[in-house]
Nanobody
Framework: QVQLVESGGGLVQAGGSLRLSCVAS????????MGWYRQAPGEQRELVAVITPGGSTNYADSVKGRFTISRDYAKNTVYLQMNSLKPEDTAVYYCNAMRLLVVGGKRADYWGQGTQVTVSS
């Protein structure tokens, strides 16, 4: 089974930084993409950043220039460096791993349990 474990969340003042980590139970090369999502209370879960094994990245407009996603293949770990944090970044952040299945071309998603990020004003 695939397991994803997030860490690094916490309480930080606006303008501060945090680095989130996601450790996968298998090689991250096994996934077509990995990324970070977040969900604030009463809101839908939204994509924050995504990275492919080849290193291609994409970010939500709201975090471009402030957040950076990266990976360490040797450690089966994906990171999200969050700088210049704003109160609106407050949410539970979830690690996601995606695989496109060979049979039927279906998408399979795996999720971590989430880590809370709270940004105070």
């Amino acid at each position: 089974q695939v397991q994803l474990v997030e860490s690094g969340g916490g309480l930080v003042q606006a303008g501060g930084s945090l680095r989130l980590s996601c450790v996968a139970s298998i090689s991250t090369f096994s996934f077509n993409a990995m990324g970070w999502y977040r969900q604030a209370p009463g809101e839908q879960r939204e994509l924050v950043a995504v990275i492919t094994p080849g290193g291609s990245t994409n970010y939500a407009d709201s975090v471009k220039g402030r957040f950076t996603i990266s990976r360490d293949y040797a450690k089966n770990t994906v990171y999200l460096q969050m700088n210049s944090l704003k109160p609106e970044d407050t949410a539970v952040y979830y690690c996601n791993a995606m695989r496109l299945l060979v049979v039927g071309g279906k998408r399979a998603d795996y999720w971590g349990q989430g880590t809370q990020v709270t940004v105070s004003s």
